[in-house]
């Protein structure tokens, strides 16, 4: 049998509105509260399991999430739409921008929690592919 990633545990100063504000951003449904957990399903049959937890036991995490560019797109006007900050590096150093590593496009975001939300059109690859030398854009 090979090994999978089944779930994980995002500790959250507040479980229903970290997983509400997740699955809106990426256009996915929140599952039935099970316990002390809020699921949100990706499409790898990943779920993270949202729990509050008390804010300073946070340790703030990063998940990426690989999206088609349709997903992209439209998860990047809901991020618009909604007035969230974003970024084209996990620093924050580039407001507003978003980066063209590896081919695709990918932007940083932080959940209600703080946690360091990313998304991508292309999965990374190391060593990164030779690309023409390109800034960060909007679009």
Do not use: C
């Not at 998940?63 to 909604?82: N, P, W």
């Not at 959940?111 to 854009?137: N, R, V």
């Amino acid at each position: 049998m090979s090994v999978e990633l089944n779930h994980t545990i995002v500790h959250s100063r507040d479980n229903r509105e970290s997983a509400e504000f997740l699955a809106h951003v990426l256009g996915l449904e929140v599952g039935a509260e099970w316990g002390p957990f809020i699921p949100v399903d990706t499409g790898n049959k990943v779920t993270l399991d949202f729990a509050t937890v008390p804010a300073e036991s946070i340790a703030v995490q990063h998940y990426a999430f690989l999206v088609s560019d349709d997903e992209f797109d439209a998860a990047f006007d809901r991020i618009e739409r909604g007035g969230i900050t974003y970024f084209a590096d996990p620093h924050g150093r580039l407001p507003g921008e978003i980066n063209h590593h590896h081919g695709g496009r990918g932007l940083y975001f932080l959940d209600p929690s703080g946690h360091g939300m990313e998304i991508i059109t292309t999965p990374y690859t190391f060593p990164a592919p030779q690309q023409p030398s390109q800034s960060p854009s909007r679009s």
